[in-house]
């Protein structure tokens, strides 16, 4: 079973300009979940997908928004970039429980996008 | 929002040395799980442990919901064991939001 994809894996873009990253979840996982980590910041919560809508989303300005598609699939937009903006992006997806098990769910990571704003 | 805290922060053994990583929360959970971050910045599952101990090899984790502390050791260190380790935790009624802490970064030499 293939695992979580993430395109590109690599990005270099300067201040001002927009980027838009690509997440492709483990197949029959409906929920992506999107994360930036910093050195100075840590892993940090951005926004979280299921069946197309957004489900929960972390401290994060205007500018970073994302979406999902009908397979699944969710991309994630920055514009009008900031040198703060360069970190390492992570995509996550995972089963979603129904029932009594909603919440109980373990989550898997891709290989992240490195993202450098000069 | 929860807090999650991890000790310590950095840990250097020798190769076959065993090591206890300790992970401390401050509210009740629905998800824990454990990570090791490589040097090219992917997350592996190393355990999805909410509740009780589960093991795999050389690695073991014991979650101790009520207590909001989970443990993971490493028996036997390796070089490839060398990397950093996360804690990351969903609390109950946060949709699917993991928070994580901050990592133990550990070397293992030879």
């Known amino acids: 079973k293939a695992g979580v994809t993430q395109t590109p894996r690599y990005l270099i873009k300067t201040r001002g300009q927009q980027v838009t990253l690509s997440c492709s979840p483990i197949?029959?996982?409906?929920?992506v979940s999107w994360y930036q980590q910093t050195p100075g910041q840590g892993l940090q919560f951005l926004f979280e997908y299921f069946s197309e809508t957004q489900r929960n989303k972390g401290n994060f300005p205007g500018r970073f928004s994302g979406r999902q598609f009908s397979n699944s699939r969710s991309e994630m937009n920055v514009s009008t970039l900031e040198l703060g903006d360069s970190a390492l992006y992570l995509c996550?997806?995972?089963?979603?429980?129904?029932?009594?098990?909603?919440?109980?769910?373990?989550?898997?990571f891709g290989p992240g996008t490195r993202l450098t704003v000069l | 929002g929860i807090q999650v805290e991890q000790s310590p922060p950095d840990l250097i053994l020798q190769e076959g040395a065993n090591s206890t990583l300790r992970c401390n929360f401050s509210d009740s959970v629905n998800n824990l799980q454990w990570f090791h971050q490589n040097p090219w910045g992917q997350l592996i599952n190393l355990f999805y442990i909410p509740s009780g101990t589960k093991q795999n090899g050389r690695l073991s984790a014991t979650t101790v919901a009520t207590e909001r502390y989970s443990l993971l050791y490493i028996s036997s260190s390796q070089t490839t064991d060398s990397g950093v380790y996360f804690c990351?935790?969903?609390?109950?009624?946060?949709?699917?939001?993991?928070?994580f802490g901050t990592g133990t970064r550990l070397q293992v030499t030879l």
């Open positions: 996550a997806s995972h089963r979603q429980q129904l029932g009594r098990l909603a919440g109980y769910n373990e989550q898997f």
């Open positions: 990351a935790v969903k609390s109950t009624g946060t949709a699917s939001k993991l928070t």
């Open positions: 197949s029959g996982h409906r929920s």
